[in-house]
C-alpha cells in the first residue's frame, strides 16, 4: 500500500469519528479542529488527519481559514433554509412513496411518538420527537438511498439548527400539522398528505426565517 492509500484508510476512522461529534454538538460550531491534538489523539501523523479535515471541508462540516486552520463551519441564514428547500423535495417524494406501503402498526407507532411529543416542554425535546415522527412516517418508503438522503440533510443542519427551527416553531403548531397529516396517511390520501407535508416544512421555513432575522439566537 502506497502512503498516500495507508493516509487515506487511517483517515477514514478520523473523519467518522469527528463528523458524528460534529452532527451530535461535541464539536461546537466556530469550535477549532487542530491538527497537533487530533493526531495526537489518535495515534497518528498530521497527514491523515489533514485527510480527514479536508473530507470533512468538501462535506460542509469544516472550514479552512488562512492563518486560522480548520472550524466547525457555521450555518449561514441562508444555508439553512436552502437545506430546507431540499427537505421539502426529498421528504415530499418519501411519503408520496410511504403512504401505499404504511400498515396499521405504522399509525400506531406514529401516533405514539405523537403522543409523546405533546406532554414535552423544550426545544430539544421537540426536535427529537419531530425528527422521530417523520422518520416514521418515510420508513414505509422502501428507498434506502432516499432516507439516506434525508439523514444526510438533517446530519447538516445538525441538532443544534435542529432545535432553533423547533424553538422558532413552537409546539402548538407543528404538532397539529403532525396529526392532520397523519390522519391523511392513515386515510390513504397520498396526494392530501404530501401536499399537507410541503405546507407542513414551507411555513416552518417562514417561521424559521422570521426567527433569525430578528436575531433571537446567533
Known sequence: MSDMSEAKSTAIPIYETLKDEIVTSVLLPGEALRQEEIAKRFGV??????EALLKLEID???????????TVREMSSNEVLNL?????????????LSVPNMIPSDF???KDVLDDY??????????????????TLY?????????QMIADVRARLGPFTNMLVSEASGLERPHQEHQNIL???EAGKTEEAVELLKQHIETTKKVTAAYMRRGTRS
Do not use: T, Y
Not at 118 to 135: C, G, L, R, V
Not at 139 to 147: G, T, V
Open 45 to 50: 501523523s498530521k497527514i491523515p488527519v489533514r
Open 60 to 70: 460542509g462540516f469544516v472550514l479552512f481559514r488562512k492563518n486560522k486552520g480548520a
Open 84 to 96: 430546507m428547500d431540499i427537505r421539502i423535495a426529498l421528504e415530499c417524494k418519501a411519503l408520496e
Open 108 to 110: 400506531a407507532r406514529a
Open 118 to 135: 405533546s406532554a414535552q416542554s423544550d426545544s430539544k425535546s421537540w426536535s427529537e420527537h419531530n425528527i422521530a415522527f417523520h422518520q
Open 139 to 147: 420508513e414505509p418508503c422502501d428507498n434506502p438511498s432516499l432516507l
Open 183 to 185: 390522519a391523511a396517511c
